[in-house]
């Protein structure tokens, strides 16, 4: 199978409210998914707008993530 991605990058925010500050599990309802985006910049700036309208919320955490094509039969 080839490369959904054909050679390209793409990248999400990912994140939400965790139980804790372990920041190992979402509660419930809180999840949050942005993107696809084509840039690191493009993703980097929905991070930081959502995560500044959440600073008050110490457990709130995003990540950002870069997607990459997984071999077929993995």
Known sequence: M???LNGREIWVVWGGIFRD???AELEEGTEELHGPFHSLEAA???WLE???RMV???SHRL?????QAV???R
């Open 63 to 67: 990540f950002v993530l870069r997607a």
């Open 44 to 46: 980097e700036k929905v």
């Open 56 to 58: 008050d919320i110490a």
């Open 2 to 4: 080839n490369d959904p």
């Open 21 to 23: 500050t372990s920041f």
């Open 50 to 52: 959502r995560m500044r």
């Open 71 to 73: 071999p077929a039969g």
